[in-house]
Nanobody, 122 residues
Framework: QVQLVESGGGLVQAGGSLRLSCVAS????????MGWFRQAPGKDREFVASINRSGSYIAYVDSAKGRFVCSRDNAENTVYLQMNSLKPEDTGVYYC???????????????WGQGTQVTVSS
């Protein structure tokens, strides 16, 4: 059983930056693909980024390309999401998740954090 705890969310003005962290415990972190998802009010949860076990391959949703950077530190059991040039449409609850397969589909992820709120004001 893997427990995931996100942190780093907050309120930021458009154009600003935030760095989200997700610390894992209770399992072999390096054996999991990690993903970031977000859910805006009234909308379905959507894929943001995923990173393979070694960190050598990262996938992003098109809207995040060039602005967000996903990384992981397997020694620290932590995955990060550096978010730059934030826009109001980036507002939502951001979740990290762990999976056995590299995927953009939330149902492929077995473990989820509780989420951290990101609010971008215009």
């Amino acid at each position: 059983q893997v427990q995931l705890v996100e942190s780093g969310g907050g309120l930021v003005q458009a154009g600003g930056s935030l760095r989200l962290s997700c610390v894992a415990s209770g399992g072999s972190f390096g054996s999991y693909v990690m993903g970031w998802f977000r859910q805006a009010p009234g909308k379905d949860r959507e894929f943001v980024a995923s990173i393979n076990r070694s960190g050598s391959y990262i996938a992003y949703v098109d809207s995040a390309k060039g602005r967000f950077v996903c990384s992981r530190d397997n020694a620290e059991n932590t995955v990060y999401l550096q978010m730059n040039s934030l826009k109001p449409e980036d507002t939502g609850v951001y979740y990290c998740a762990a999976a056995r397969v590299l995927s953009r589909i939330d149902s492929d992820y077995n473990y989820w954090g509780q989420g951290t709120q990101v609010t971008v004001s215009s």
